[in-house]
């Protein structure tokens, strides 16, 4: 089920609605995907007209990017609290974010989502939504990045940028090879915590400061110190 966090405490028959639209579209397009999942069926489970629908969504195109979206967004508003827990330790603080976003990634449903994202992407500006929207989640990472930056725990350089090779890193050892059926199952929590470390000091080899990078590169060290009983499997 898709489930957004109301922002208000009163949550009001309109927001139920949508909600309901949400989790209903949600089922039917992972169940059948987008082509065979038509409007006129959420209609018929959720209840009420397609002018109900539109009035929340201006196409199906937009419901479709809602919905697969509205987990993404729901879970990393919650994982980027790991940047603000640990914002005087930015090793520490990308480490924990990275664990963090790889389980999140790499759970099975949403190695299926991200199937149907890709899948669906070229569909009259569905990829464009997707990536307006990831974009806009990316954000909120660049602007820890750029207050890391100011603050001389990482080198000046632009934010936006070095939060997309951040995201690239994090995916790079382990999502292709769930999304390709190369890997059978998702990686254990080990796995997921070498993958993030190993990500993490990469990052911080291109951006910290000359003067830091022995003390970052310490840091990750000692971290990864308490794993050094568990191995990773090998593909």
Do not use: W
């Amino acid at each position: 089920m898709v489930h957004y966090q109301m922002k208000d405490k009163q949550v009001n028959k309109s927001d139920i609605k949508r909600q309901a639209i949400l989790d209903t579209a949600y089922q039917l397009f992972r169940a059948q995907g987008f082509a065979k999942t038509s409007i006129s069926e959420v209609t018929a489970r959720v209840g009420g007209s397609k002018a109900t629908i539109y009035s929340y969504f201006s196409s199906k195109e937009e419901l479709f990017a809602e919905c697969m979206m509205a987990a993404v967004e729901n879970y990393l508003s919650n994982t980027l609290q790991h940047l603000d827990a640990s914002r005087d330790n930015a090793p520490e603080a990308l480490r924990n974010f990275g664990i963090s976003v790889l389980e999140f990634i790499c759970s099975p449903e949403q190695v299926e989502v991200r199937r149907l994202i890709i899948a669906e992407a070229a569909r009259s500006g569905t990829g464009k939504l997707f990536f307006d929207k990831i974009t806009a989640l990316r954000v909120q990472v660049s602007r820890y990045l750029e207050s890391c930056m100011a603050s001389r725990a990482l080198r000046r350089d632009d934010p936006h940028l070095a939060a997309d090779y951040l995201g690239a890193l994090l995916e790079a050892e382990v999502l292709e090879p769930l999304l390709l059926q190369v890997s059978e199952r998702s990686p254990r929590h080990s796995e997921i915590v070498f993958a993030a470390t190993r990500a993490v000091d990469a990052f911080l080899r291109a951006y910290s400061p000359v003067g830091k990078q022995a003390r970052s590169r310490q840091q990750l060290n000692r971290s990864r110190a308490a794993l050094d009983s568990e191995e990773p499997v090998t593909r």
